[in-house]
């Protein structure tokens, strides 16, 4: 099954099982393609959320006008910093941006449970590796690809330019279907 894309400078459609790397500057503006991706040709999305709170999720969502009965969100940070978690049927926790396995087992249940066209965002990829390691990192991102060919669904990861060696940002680059590089005058080039 093909999905839309969205995303300025690429190609109308990707297929199934697409995994997309977005490059971008600390300081990108990353929620314009992030929201785009998600409110797009979708019947059900997950936001794993590493940098931001669930409720700050839901108020970007609100913001870029993303129909919100359509998410499910991953909250990383809240039990790790102590902040009340909010319960609701579309929003789960894990303990901290370092519990990959739990990250990867979400996903999983996230597609297995729901049906049609679905997309997963993984905002971010650099604040997981600050938590973890570039390794586990790296092979939990795989884990997560894999997941995507198999439910035929599609994928967004988002990995600072900035913060990474060359040699790191060159092996996730290998690993996905697809990279979106992000500068920061806002210019997006797409290589998928």
Do not use: C, W
Not at 32 to 48: G, S, W
Not at 108 to 126: A, H, I, P, W, Y
Not at 152 to 173: K, P, Y
């Amino acid at each position: 099954m093909d999905y839309s894309l969205a995303v300025e400078n690429g190609p109308e459609t990707i297929p199934g099982g697409t995994g997309l790397l977005l490059v971008h500057p600390s300081i990108g503006e990353t929620d314009r393609i992030d929201t785009d991706f998600l409110k797009t040709d979708t019947d059900a999305f997950l936001v794993v959320s590493t940098r931001t709170t669930a409720r700050e999720v839901e108020q970007k969502l609100e913001y870029y006008d993303v129909d919100e009965t359509k998410a499910t969100i991953l909250d990383t940070l809240s039990v790790e910093r102590g902040y009340s978690r909010r319960t609701a049927d579309d929003v789960y926790y894990v303990s901290a941006p370092d519990d990959l396995d739990g990250v990867v087992d979400r996903v999983e249940r996230f597609l297995t449970e729901n049906e049609g066209k679905r997309r997963v965002s993984v905002d971010s990829l650099t604040e997981m590796a600050y938590y973890a390691d570039d390794d586990a990192v790296y092979d939990a991102a795989a884990d997560i690809l894999a997941l995507l060919e198999e439910h035929d669904a599609v994928g967004i990861f988002h990995l600072s330019e900035e913060v990474h060696e060359v040699a790191t940002l060159d092996r996730f680059r290998e690993l996905f279907d697809g990279v979106i590089d992000l500068d920061g005058e806002g210019n997006v080039v797409v290589d998928v």
